[in-house]
């Protein structure tokens, strides 16, 4: 019987909830899903600055909220920590659960009554996870012509 260290399984979880990233042709796209779940698109990105309807929801959520008062214009962090890095290491629902309840203790406030923001959470995250991962570029954005 093999053993494994509580570390490695750790990192074997972190491996399979994290993100696949395909590129095709020009496209980017990441698709998130439990294991065993069929995967759903996260974001489809081409050339960096046309994205899909969701993305774009997400893009103008975070507009029409200001987020970059706090979290700067490129996601890279004034008063409130860079997104680009947060995201690299904060599950959706770790993100999630920081908008809906905040972290007040850090400055954060909550969302979770912002009907915006609620409503818009998954496309929110896929923006951002975008930008993360280096796939959506800063600045405006496009929908992908259909």
Request: charged share 20%; aromatic share 6%; proline share 7%.
């Amino acid at each position: 019987m093999t053993y494994r260290s509580s570390s490695a399984l750790f990192a074997t979880a972190v491996l399979l909830a994290a993100p696949v990233v395909a590129q095709v042709s020009d496209p980017v796209v990441a698709t998130v899903a439990p294991v065993g779940a069929v995967e759903m698109p996260l974001y489809t990105v081409v050339d960096g600055d046309k994205v899909d309807p969701n993305s774009m929801k997400g893009w103008r959520t975070w507009r029409a909220m200001a987020c970059e008062r706090c979290h700067g214009p490129n996601q890279e962090g004034l008063v409130g920590p860079s997104l680009i890095n947060s995201l690299k290491v904060l599950t959706k629902e770790q993100f999630k659960q920081t908008l809906m309840n905040g972290r007040p203790e850090k400055g954060m406030p909550n969302f979770g009554g912002v009907k915006t923001v609620v409503d818009n959470l998954d496309n929110l995250y896929a923006y951002l996870k975008g930008r993360s991962d280096g796939a959506i570029k800063p600045g405006h954005l496009h929908e992908i012509d259909k």
